[in-house]
Nanobody
Framework: QVQLVESGGGLVQAGGSLRLTCSAS????????MGWYYQAPGKEREMVAL??????YTNYAASVKGRFTLSRDNANLYLQMDKLKPEDTAVYYC??????????WGQGTQVTVSS
């Protein structure tokens, strides 16, 4: 079991920055992937950035490439979001996959970008 807790969401003007933090606890030695997804109102949840902990490769959604940066420090996963746009407004969820392919989600944190 892995527990994920997000923090760092909020309200920011377009062009601004926010940093999201995901704190993982539990069986973190079994982690295979960690990343962030977002879900805007009325839309499906979509991948923002996903880190393969074996290869250390990060896959970014085309819409955020060059603006968002994923990083990890032991049990913490960070999403640095720069040059934010109103269309980035969504609930952001931390996501993890462990050995055995079980998936875990955080509770979500709201990011609102005003124009």
């Amino acid at each position: 079991q892995v527990q994920l807790v997000e923090s760092g969401g909020g309200l920011v003007q377009a062009g601004g920055s926010l940093r999201l933090t995901c704190s993982a606890s539990g069986n973190i030695n079994s982690l295979l992937f960690m990343g962030w997804y977002y879900q805007a109102p009325g839309k499906e949840r979509e991948m923002v950035a996903l880190l393969d902990l074996t290869t250390r490769y990060t896959n970014y959604a085309a819409s955020v490439k060059g603006r968002f940066t994923l990083s990890r420090d032991n049990a913490n996963l960070y999403l640095q979001m720069d040059k934010l746009k109103p269309e980035d407004t969504a609930v952001y969820y931390c996501y993890a996959v462990v050995r055995g392919r079980s998936e875990f989600w955080g509770q979500g944190t709201q990011v609102t970008v005003s124009s």
